[in-house]
């Protein structure tokens, strides 16, 4: 039994980092990896050639079937869903910044809700984990040729318009945190330089809080901003720190997390930012700050 127990607890950051990819959500990929568990402890393990095969095989399977449910129910939500931020422990190695930046990002996740859940668990398990084709056959239970198909069209709505070069994540730090900077300073047009002229804002406020489910326009992201500051004044405040691998910006009033903002950059201008405001989806990591 406790070899039983060692052997997932190896395996479950790796399953904990399938079902949030799929989900979107800290509690229900919670809840699938819990599920993963006791399928695992009821299942005849002697039977089982490859442990790490089956417990992923196992995993993606209840995350497919979570988030088939999930759809529907994001389909009444209030307003836009975003996916759920979390704060994540420091990569160890520069290839894993690289890595986890790229397809944990609010962005990416925000971007994965346009699949189906068949296609972004075949899209994930090839093009994020690496896994073969033959693996993914087997766990969507499809043929080799119908898992390509769901590969390919997925790959396709996922890329889009004009493919956007990468960023060095110190760019984007840097415009960050003069945006942060010329939002403490109350300045309009130190602000309205950091935008785009046609950059975006996408809300999530969960029907709970008030929030912008689309703004467009660099002037317009500018003025929210700005008043903002002038209506908490020192109330308000801001901290650049890395969230889903990304560097990202903190908003808080009265010491209270009050958003959680995600940004795009060309490299020269802020391009669009996803703002998190349903106070349910802060509370994670407005508790892992001690700033509730």
């Not at 198909?149 to 945190?177: D, K, N, W």
């Not at 003069?178 to 969960?206: N, P, T």
Request: charged fraction near 30%.
């Amino acid at each position: 039994m406790e070899d039983s127990v060692h052997l997932f607890d190896c395996h479950r950051p790796r399953l904990y980092g399938i079902a949030y990819r799929m989900l979107g959500a800290v509690a229900e990929a919670e809840d699938v990896v819990q599920d993963a568990w006791l399928r695992w402890h009821d299942a005849d393990r002697a039977a089982v050639d490859n442990p790490e095969a089956w417990l992923v095989r196992v995993t993606t399977r209840l995350a497919i079937d979570r988030l088939r449910a999930a759809k529907a129910e994001r389909e009444r939500y209030v307003g836009v869903w975003l996916p759920e931020p979390m704060l994540m422990e420091a990569p160890a190695t520069p290839e894993q910044i690289h890595e986890q930046a790229d397809d944990v990002s609010i962005a990416f996740l925000f971007m994965l809700e346009r699949l189906s859940p068949e296609a972004r668990a075949a899209f994930l398990m090839r093009d994020v984990f690496d896994a073969d084709y033959e693996d993914i056959a087997q766990t969507l239970d499809k043929s080799e040729a119908a898992v390509r198909q769901l590969v390919s069209r997925a790959r396709q709505q996922l890329r889009r318009g004009e493919p956007r070069e990468a960023v060095p994540r110190a760019t984007l730090r840097r415009l960050l945190l003069a945006f942060s900077e010329a939002m403490q300073r109350s300045d309009f047009h130190g602000l309205h330089a950091l935008l785009s002229d046609d950059a975006e804002l996408i809300g999530d406020g969960g029907g709970k809080v008030s929030s912008f489910a689309s703004l467009v326009g660099g002037k317009r992201l500018a003025q929210l901003f700005y008043a903002g500051k002038r209506r908490f004044r020192e109330a308000l405040h801001t901290e650049v720190v890395q969230v889903n691998g990304q560097w990202t910006l903190l908003r808080f009033v009265d010491g209270e997390l009050e958003s959680v903002q995600s940004y795009d950059t060309d490299g020269e201008r802020l391009t669009r930012v996803l703002v998190q405001r349903n106070p349910d989806k802060l509370a994670g990591i407005a508790a892992a700050l001690g700033r509730g």
